[in-house]
């Protein structure tokens, strides 16, 4: 059954491509030189070739020095892929996506050149182990893999964590008629918001440096602020310093950055580029409702009902309700019961003295945590009972990548003390 959804999907030159690459091969050449392609059209079509019957073969296919804005790309093999009224291409099963490019018959790219975006957040982001590259000699002829692969690839994102991606090709040995590239996504689902595809009839390495790519704990599709990079490109060349500052809304607190440099607290964050580089951006969420769109990984919490992830309910049924999960930095869908508390002994000038290390919130607003001791299990004493303090000061001893951190308290009575209190709670309380 021919099943054809077009939908005009144009994407203007607009912050979203701030990063896309305008390569050299653009510059001083004729219009014979090189095809450049921008935009969505199709997007899903079991049709081979797609039917672009109501385009005219200039507006598919024919190059154009600085850009051609009738020129199209198709996508090939997600039949779940749609675009948007925000013009947008979103696919939401792990079908891979294959982008059907039309070139000129009357040159062989010798360069070919796709650049791509995927919209807020690299959670769900291409895998460029799976991207491929198929060709064929002539009309109708067999598709055949190019079993070199790409040449270069080069990945970053920008202030909103949008992820730009890049993939070039030398393609100058081969005879192409046509061609597509098909690639998967990280998740079952993907937002591929722009791409840029420029073609030359000789190569010129364009992809000449390296990627900064800062990610964050916070699932694909949640806002979360902003993260500034100075300078902001595509492309860093070696050894260049680049600034990175995190910028959260309301809704979060910094935590730390975390990468291959190790982790630092320091925002912002001035890092050396000596290769392709991740960073991830930790951030702690400042109450329930945000926790649990982060922590319900059924689509951060939309994907079950209200009743499911409200606070007293015991959505993975392991004897801790959903508001304990998030106090205590637990998973609300994983029944497993993870260890939350560890008991400690703390020498201070040669004197022990025991002490709890917990698991709780960085930065959160309607948590409140205290620390008791007893000497007996019966009586209880936290500093603000007469003849405080009784314990120290929470120390903060790990940050951990999930926005929560282990603390440790000590009780301030040694263990031989002649009236030790060496049994030691911690007691939680929630504001709505």
Do not use: C
Request: proline fraction near 5%; charged fraction near 20%; glycine fraction near 6%.
């Amino acid at each position: 059954m021919k099943q054809i959804f077009t939908v005009l999907a144009l994407i203007s030159t607009t912050t979203l491509q701030a990063q896309f690459l305008v390569p050299d091969f653009r510059n001083g050449f004729t219009d014979e030189d090189f095809a450049y392609f921008l935009g969505f059209d199709v997007a899903y079509t079991d049709e081979d070739p797609a039917d672009y019957s109501t385009l005219t073969d200039e507006e598919v296919n024919y190059p154009f020095i600085g850009g051609n804005e009738s020129a199209y790309l198709g996508q090939y093999a997600a039949e779940s892929a749609i675009v948007t009224s925000t013009n947008r291409l979103y696919t939401f099963t792990d079908q891979t996506l294959g982008i059907r490019v039309y070139d000129n018959p009357t040159y062989s790219p010798g360069e070919i050149l796709l650049q791509a975006m995927t919209y807020q957040g690299s959670q769900s982001t291409p895998l460029n182990d799976s991207v491929k590259l198929y060709y064929r000699t002539e009309a109708g002829g067999d598709w055949i893999l190019y079993e070199a692969g790409y040449t270069n690839t080069v990945s970053t994102t920008d202030s909103t964590s949008n992820f730009f991606v890049a993939w070039e090709w030398d393609t100058s040995s081969l005879l192409i008629y046509d061609y597509y590239i098909q690639f998967d996504y990280e998740l079952a689902h993907s937002s591929f918001a722009a791409a840029q595809l420029d073609t030359s009839e000789t190569y010129d390495q364009q992809l000449d440096g390296y990627g900064l790519n800062v990610d964050t704990n916070i699932p694909y599709g949640l806002l979360f602020g902003l993260i500034e990079k100075s300078p902001e490109k595509l492309i860093y060349e070696p050894w260049e310093t680049v600034t990175i500052t995190a910028d959260p809304n309301a809704n979060y607190e910094f935590v730390k950055w975390v990468g291959d440099f190790g982790e630092s607290t320091d925002n912002p964050l001035e890092i050396t580029i000596a290769g392709e580089t991740d960073v991830q951006l930790i951030l702690a969420p400042r109450d329930y409702t945000v926790w649990r769109q982060i922590a319900f990984p059924s689509n951060h919490g939309g994907g079950i009902s209200s009743s499911d992830w409200a606070k007293d309910n015991d959505y993975d049924g392991d004897a801790l309700s959903n508001v304990m999960e998030y106090a205590l930095g637990g998973e609300p869908e994983n029944p497993t019961q993870e260890v939350y508390f560890q008991t400690d002994i703390v020498a201070v000038d040669d004197v022990n003295y025991p002490a709890i290390v917990f698991r709780q919130q960085v930065a959160a607003d309607d948590l409140t945590y205290s620390i008791a001791v007893s000497s007996d299990l019966s009586s209880w004493l936290t500093n603000a009972d007469v003849g405080g303090p009784y314990t120290s000061d929470p120390e903060i001893i790990q940050l951990n990548d999930d926005g929560t951190q282990l603390t440790r308290v000590r009780s301030l009575t040694p263990l031989d003390a002649a009236t030790p209190t060496p049994f030691i709670k911690v007691n939680i309380s929630f504001e709505d």
